[in-house]
Nanobody, 123 residues
Framework: QVQLVPSGGGLVQTGGSLRLSCAASGRTFSSYAMGWFRQAPGKEREFVAAIRWSDGVTSYANSVKGRFTISRDNAKNTVYLQMNKLKPEDTAVYYC????????????????WGQGTQVTVSS
């Protein structure tokens, strides 16, 4: 059974940084992709970033490109989302998700999800 355990959310001021982690277990993830999504109050869940586990190929939403970096540690089966230059509009619950195959920005194509972690950026 796939299990995803996120950590690292919190409260930070505008311009600050946070690093989210998502520890995965239950499978060999070499053929999987992991994505980070977020959902702000009253808004739909949106794609943030994704990484292909096998070769580390990444993709980002335009809104976070240049500020956020997704990476993985194969030995720890963990994916990280380093978030720099945070803005109030980054405030949301952040979710990690995995799927077999290539990364995609479509949340509905990820069958496995972790619990959300709150990120709040104060102005």
């Amino acid at each position: 059974q796939v299990q995803l355990v996120p950590s690292g959310g919190g409260l930070v001021q505008t311009g600050g940084s946070l690093r989210l982690s998502c520890a995965a277990s239950g499978r060999t993830f070499s053929s999987y992709a992991m994505g980070w999504f977020r959902q702000a109050p009253g808004k739909e869940r949106e794609f943030v970033a994704a990484i292909r586990w096998s070769d580390g190929v990444t993709s980002y939403a335009n809104s976070v490109k240049g500020r956020f970096t997704i990476s993985r540690d194969n030995a720890k089966n963990t994916v990280y989302l380093q978030m720099n230059k945070l803005k109030p509009e980054d405030t949301a619950v952040y979710y990690c998700a995995v799927r077999e195959g290539n990364p995609t920005i479509v949340a509905g194509l990820y069958p496995y999800w972790g619990q959300g972690t709150q990120v709040t950026v104060s102005s």
